[in-house]
């Protein structure tokens, strides 16, 4: 029978050791240290290489799936899968997922060949040998790893102890323990014994024995895996490569555990095949000197290195000439916003610095930043993945009210509804605007999940004297009949784009009956719209933004010629009266003159989350209809120069007129992505790389929630970053739906 041998390639981990050029997102498997391509590129090359070999399965974070797919298409690998994990599980989690699809797509009888990204091979030869060796004994029934032949005695390594006799018809041999690394003196014992071998981390198993041992020895984990693996999403990219998307709540409950542990030291069936082919796992700076071009005195050199009376050094230089004088086994690497310089001896140390960076929240843990090639391409995938495979299911399911219908108002920092508190209209306007939107951009599970806030709007929130009511209890009985003209301007944007999607008459019905109330009951008798019925003062420009946004969306989706004139009345407000000196104002008299300087403070104050938010609308105006004001560039400067937290680099949620703000800073989550929404649908390269580093920290400070991005967000944060909010309110998606556009939806961007 002839072997069906199915690579998969371990894309996991961070190289810590390997900082300042490998990063949390951009990690050393990624990165080119030696050659022409980075460590993954080389072992797909290596794998496509072995004969019998289908095209290999990529395991890796879903928060580099895209480069990992760009750079295999910018090499013309071809691979069976991207198969994205939502957070590291470690590698019996990511054995299984890539069992589970061999199992299902080649049959029991294929032979799935783990292999970590990161190692470096010189005989090409000896390890196709060894793999195939590999295979045999695990076609058997065997679960076989690869040991390495020691050439020294490394401490850096585990070791694995062969029985001395062959098992039965295969070339592997039965394992008889496996150590952890040794000491210098014990390690030494194990070279001259010839018994020992390196441990490489490359194994072989049918995908059928290999769930079967994981049911056997880790049954929670076997179930969670099979359970991840049933809800899993199969998506085909533009450039026809497949990607299985994990959905992550399942996928966290996974324990994390090494196959190691997990399985092989367990196992009956444990072999190992010897092999010596040149190995390296490159685990840190003094093995990546080792596998270079290096001159006569030892030194390994990259980038405009000038080097005088030093040996045996490694040096990378990046943009920028790097001399060393007089120096011995040191590493010298420079990256644009990193410089790392250590004796070699202590390369291992490497990563003490790394997680000392990534504990203070320090981006050169995370990523290469904005100068970096791949920043703006980790940037979309991550977008992508958390968006259209975390955030947009959590909240279409968790998210949605199974037994009352409609959205619920918040989740818990659990990811749990709250079912007793009560529910906003324009929170379920929102999700149906966000889950239509999400729709348009290619989301097919958009145009249901929008049926039911769409069907609780339609069904309780209509009030019988005309007008969207302001909240209802759950169960859909009325708790404030306010008609508030925010609320009905949240409803015409989430009814015209759920028409968009459905065609359903009775919504265009609904949206035509709430026009009749804006345009003949909320009208100020002077100027402008009433804040509500009853009307209050003082009154507010919030509400009439919403209605210009709402209007351009009309213009957009149906040529609309009333709301063409809608939103150039409320641009001519904005203009004659909410911007004074230059500067929007946030409360105004009943003729919407500003408010005298002796008036309560708190009317007085700015919020530059709507500074960036009105600047944004009027530059879309301007592409819409060619009129424009210069005071948007004073609307974001002065957000920029006055209304960002320090010690964060977050929207502060208010300031004062005059640069001033107050004595307790707060930082909600909205107002960073108007920031983010606004730099990157700009045409300066500068500003979108602010918005993409703006991006980073709301991951940080707002998304990651328990140490994971799962698809919810804290609502707001102190000067120095503490978390302050208690709910994850669900109003927040059409938020950062809006920030993430520009990423994902070239045409977006580039109007």
Known sequence: MTLKIVPAILCGGSGTRLWPLSRSHEPKQLQTLFGEHSLLTHTALRMNAVPNSAAPLIICSQAYANEVETQLLE????????????????????????????????????????????????????????????????????????????????????????????????????????????????????????????????????????????????????????????????????????????????????????IDYAIMERTENAAVVPAKFGWSDVGSWASVRELGTMDKNGNNLTGDVRIVDSKNCLVQASGR??????????????????????????????????????????????????????????????????????????????????????????????????????????????????????????????????????????????????????????????????????????????LGWAYKVTGDKKVMDAANKTRDVLFNRLRHPVIGFVEGIPATTPRRANPHMHLFEMAMAWMELFGDEQMADLAQEIFELYTQRFCVDGLLREYFHEDLTPLPDRANPKYLMLEPGHLLEWAYLLRKYEKLTGRKTNTTAVLEAFSDTYGIAPKTGLVMNQCYPDGTHPEEVKCRLWPQTEYIRLKLTQGSIVEQRKGLEMLERLKKHYLTVGGENMGYWHDEVDAQGKVLSSNSPASTLYHVLGCLMPLLAEKEAKK
Request: glycine fraction near 8%.
């Open 75 to 258: 090499n013309n690998i071809p691979v069976s899968a991207i198969l994205e994990e939502p957070m590291g599980r470690d590698t019996a989690a990511a054995a299984g997922i890539a069992a589970h699809w061999v199992n299902d797509n080649l049959g029991e009888d294929a032979v799935l060949v783990l292999v970590p990204a990161d190692h470096y091979i010189e005989d090409m030869e000896h390890f196709q040998t060894a793999i195939l060796e590999a295979a045999q004994t695990a076609a058997k029934g065997n679960i076989c790893t690869i040991g390495v032949t020691p050439d020294r005695p490394e401490t850096g390594f585990g070791y694995i102890k062969r029985a001395p006799s062959q098992l039965d018809g295969v070339p592997g041999y039965p394992v008889e323990k496996f150590v952890e690394k040794p000491d210098a003196d014990t390690a030494q014992s194990y070279v001259d014994s010839g018994d020992y071998v390196w441990n490489a981390g490359i194994f072989a198993v049918r995908g059928s024995t290999y769930l079967s041992e994981l049911s056997n020895f880790e049954p929670d984990i076997y179930a969670k895996v099979i359970a991840a693996c049933d809800c899993a999403r199969l998506e085909t990219s533009a450039n026809g490569y497949k990607h299985l998307q994990y959905d992550p709540l399942l996928f966290s409950a996974i324990e994390k555990k090494s």
């Open 321 to 494: 000439v790097v001399a060393v004088i007089g120096l011995d086994d040191v590493a010298i690497i420079d990256t644009p916003d990193a410089l790392l310089v250590c004796h070699t001896e202590h390369a291992q140390s490497v990563k003490k610095v790394h997680q000392a960076l990534e504990k203070d929240g320090h981006s050169t843990a995370l990523g290469h930043g904005s100068r970096s090639k791949s920043f703006e391409s980790r940037s979309r995938g991550w977008a992508r993945n958390w968006l259209f495979n975390q955030a947009l299911p959590l909240w279409a399911d968790i998210g949605l009210d199974r037994e009352y219908g409609g959205a619920y108002e918040a989740l818990d920092m659990d990811g749990k509804p709250i079912h007793d508190m009560g529910r906003r209209f324009r929170v379920q306007a929102r999700q149906v605007y966000a889950f239509a939107h999400a729709h348009e951009m290619g989301w097919k599970e958009g145009a249901h999940a929008l049926e039911s806030p769409l069907n609780y709007m339609l069904k309780h929130c209509w009030l019988d004297s005309g007008g969207w009511g302001h909240t209802f209890n759950r169960d859909g009985s009325l708790r404030d009949s306010r008609v508030d003209t925010y609320d009905q301007a949240f409803a015409l944007l989430g």
